[in-house]
């Protein structure tokens, strides 16, 4: 049996992994803050919360999975770091803009997805050619 060793995929994943739990214990605060037990409670603080934190769930499984894909097929580790790099970056400005107080639309936050959206796009591509 082979081995498999992912070690740059496995930064992004665990650095992922801490954001997603950054985000779960955000929801989890202001839901007891506002004595929600289930949803928003009416609270658009918290529906943006929960959005911010599904939209990342949402992204970062794909992300990783083709990362780890592109790792085993021989893909450069600087390529790989620019990738992980872009996907936690991305995803932290996401988050960030949609938890603060502004239009929804917002720089952070177009930012982000853009970045998760070239991340998913520029593997899967590289992943076609090697």
Same mark, same amino acid.
């Given at each position: !049996? ?14 992922s992994g801490f954001l997603i739990i950054a985000l ?14 289930? =949803? ?13 934190? %599904? ?11 083709? !990362? ?5 097929? %021989? ?8 990738? =992980?790099?872009?996907?936690? =970056? =991305? ?5 960030? %803009? ?12 177009q930012l982000g997805v853009v970045t998760s959206w070239l991340v998913i796009l520029g593997v899967g ?6």
């Amino acid at each position: !049996m082979t081995l498999v060793s992912l070690p740059i995929t496995a930064l992004y994943a665990a650095l992922s992994g801490f954001l997603i739990i950054a985000l779960a214990a955000n929801v989890v605060r202001l839901r007891l803050g506002k004595k929600v037990s289930l =949803g928003d409670g009416g609270h658009k603080d918290v529906s943006r919360a929960i959005r911010a934190h %599904g939209n990342t769930i949402e992204y970062l499984p794909l992300a990783l999975i083709l !990362m780890a894909l592109l790792e085993i097929n %021989g893909g450069g580790s600087t390529a790989l770091h620019i990738y =992980g790099s872009l996907l936690v =970056g =991305g995803r932290v400005l996401y988050s960030y %803009g949609m938890l603060i107080p502004r239009s929804s639309a917002n720089l952070a936050r177009q930012l982000g997805v853009v970045t998760s959206w070239l991340v998913i796009l520029g593997v899967g591509i590289q992943l076609l050619v090697i």
